[in-house]
């Protein structure tokens, strides 16, 4: 499998990505990210689209890389890198022409 380039940002860890995100603004992205997702810290997610159309990312793996950039596995079984930028409870993750921003949310209690 070929390496994925690293991209800069800010970065995360994964405790900071741990939980529940809603997201807020996609920037005009043509691509289907999720409405909600959740990352727990096995290391796997779970999103939710918008009913519409199959998020990009449903349900697998992620990976937070040294350089605080988030790797996600995704429903189409590829890995894609995307920058990381955390400012209080605003989480921007972008990659190439891409750029999503989420919230965090309190988790669900009958979640794992």
Known sequence: MAQTPLVSGTGVTLGELV??????DDDGSTTPFPQEIEF?????YRATGDGLRRPVWDEASFD???DGS???RTADD???????????????LS???????????????ADR
Do not use: C, M, N, Q
């Not at 727990?40 to 796997?44: C, E, G, H, L, Y």
């Not at 990659?95 to 209690?109: E, I």
């Open 19 to 24: 939980g529940r995100w809603s997201k807020v």
């Open 40 to 44: 727990f810290p096995d290391r796997t």
């Open 64 to 66: 937070v890389l040294h």
């Open 70 to 72: 988030v790797r996600i």
């Open 78 to 92: 590829r890995r894609s890198t995307y920058s990381a930028d955390l400012k209080g409870e605003l989480l921007t």
């Open 95 to 109: 990659a190439a022409d891409d750029r999503v921003t989420y919230r965090r949310v309190p988790s669900r209690p």
